[in-house]
């Protein structure tokens, strides 16, 4: 329990020689949005997913099958915008190779600007989000969500994928020792599961008792957030901005 504990405040105000600097409590922050984004998609947008293209290549075989309450369009419309964002995040990763600090300050932002896309587009459509509207959202959300997957890759800090937690889990419990031994980052890994959790927690409830508008709002302030925090702490030229620092 205290290895947990420290390594989760280490991960929440990582300590001066940390080699990933502020990353890994922005990555966090980022894992909560994954968490909002997807109880849109999920729950407002009709049964897809945006950031999990796990649970989509599922979804599409099942609706394929004639399940019910399933989109085939819809999924293939997410995995093919989730994959246009992940290939403009992967140009960000090579233009921005020598400066993490820039890298996520530029994904973010147009992160951002994406989703304001989605606030407008609901916005004008007065909260309704069937027909046009719903595929645009799907769209625009998509190619935010393949960008932050592609830039957090690109990253590399480990245990904050910000969008995929089987292999989080699953790390969790077999690098544990069988005599008792803690698993590497057990902290850590438990915060990004909580983050992720937190975000669809705070998503479905804000669904269930305000306006979608509400949703992506806060997903927009998030994002804006790291943006601005990414651009600030990485101005003074620091270690951490250097792949391998």
């Known amino acids: 329990m205290r290895t ?52 989509n290549v599922v979804f599409l075989g099942f609706a394929l099958a004639g399940a019910p309450g399933l989109s085939a369009p819809a999924s293939l419309v997410s995995m ?32 951002a600007l994406l989703v304001t896309g989605t606030v407008i587009a609901v916005a004008v459509a007065h909260g309704e989000v069937t027909g046009p509207v719903r595929y645009l959202l799907i769209v625009l959300l998509g190619i935010a969500m393949g960008i932050q997957n592609a ?30 031994g803690a698993a590497p980052r057990p902290g850590r890994r438990v915060l990004s599961v909580l983050a992720m959790f937190l975000g669809a927690l705070a998503g479905s409830l804000l669904l269930g008792h305000a306006e979608l508008l509400f949703v992506l709002g806060l997903s927009l302030l998030l994002l804006v957030v790291t943006s ?14 250097r792949p391998g620092s």
Do not use: C, E
């Open 228 to 241: 601005a925090a990414a651009h600030r702490l990485s101005a003074s030229d620091p270690a951490w901005i």
């Open 4 to 55: 947990l504990l420290t390594d989760a405040a280490r991960t929440l105000v990582p300590p001066k020689d940390d080699r990933h600097g502020p990353l890994p409590p922005l990555m966090l922050v980022l894992t909560v949005v994954t968490g909002l984004i997807d109880a849109v998609s999920y729950l407002a947008l009709g049964r897809v997913f945006v950031a999990n293209m796990t649970g």
């Open 151 to 180: 830039v957090a890759r690109r990253l590399g800090v480990p245990d904050l994928t910000t969008t995929v937690l089987t292999l989080t889990l699953t790390g969790l419990a077999a690098d544990s020792s069988p005599a008792g």
């Open 80 to 111: 093919v915008s989730f994959l246009v964002g992940a290939l403009a995040g992967g140009r960000f990763g090579t233009r921005f190779a020598a400066h993490r600090g820039r890298l996520l300050a530029t994904a973010t932002a147009v992160q």
